[in-house]
């Protein structure tokens, strides 16, 4: 439909007309050709291009010490995760971040290479932190995958990574999916807000929106948030450097202290159960589920 027809009136008003149909397609042209250039740009300056993977792993545990080691039918957990995280496609490089040698002696045993951090380290955050200061090559984006993660799907990984070589205004980027009924109150899954643009408002081990009546909405569409994490590579080296916040603290949400500081993040939505091994009870669980999907066992 056009926006401005040109009248049939009269010559004048012909030429008129022709004239703000000229300028409209520079205006459009303009546009995108401006459009066009800053893909163009980023493209060729390697906006974020390189991704480098970084699964964390510490021995010591308050709820499930020798987690990473665990057998999840036949392998080491680490093992496990290790195996799923190398098959996403959007990483140039995959290491593991120990401060413990029997992980580390275990990992590079089923050929992971492995990066040995301190024990100081607070979270896995602040060991990724560490871990990529110490890597010879230059990344654009490091993904903290959860070593407790045996089922991660690399396409989830590869979504991360593309949420923040496409937003330039978030130095960081996760994901989420649908929060099941019966998790709405379990503190041990994160719930997440995110506004109409996909960045994230809030994140709690609450319920989230909560509405008045103190019952979940079975209409709501509650989201739940899943244990992987894009960073900005410049930002997660001023990261650990960042004071506690007082809604991290309250929650203990690492996640919570990039939002306190004004940064933005980028959420996307996938469709994924969470499967993550918290405690010893849930690698029966697991080990079940992949006998039912027909995991390989190789």
Sequence with gaps: MPICAPSSDSSSSSGSGARVWVLHGLALGAAAAAAAAAFLYRRLSGFRSRAVGIIPARFASTRF??????????????????????????????????????????????????????????????????????????????????????????????????????????????????????????TNRVKCVVDNQGYAIYFSRGLIPFNKSGNVNPKYPYLLHLGIAGFDSNFLKIYPELPPTPLQLEEDLEQLKVLENGYRMKVIKVDHDAHGVDAPDDVEKIEALMRRETFSRK
């Design 65 to 186: 010490e020798g987690k990473p080691l665990v057998q999840i039918l036949g392998k080491p957990m680490i093992q496990r995760t290790w195996e799923r995280v190398m098959l996403a496609s959007s990483l140039d490089h995959v290491v593991v971040a120990t401060d413990d040698e029997r992980i580390a002696e275990c990992c590079r045993g089923f050929g992971a290479d492995v990066i040995m951090t301190s024990e100081s380290c607070k979270n896995g955050s602040e060991r990724c932190c560490e871990a990529l200061k110490k890597l010879e090559k230059r990344y654009d984006i490091v993904v903290n995958i959860q070593g407790d993660e045996p089922l991660i799907e690399p396409e989830i990984i590869d979504g991360v990574v593309m949420a923040l070589q496409r937003a330039p205004d978030a130095v960081f980027s996760t994901a989420v999916t649908s929060l099941k009924p019966e998790d709405a109150f379990d």
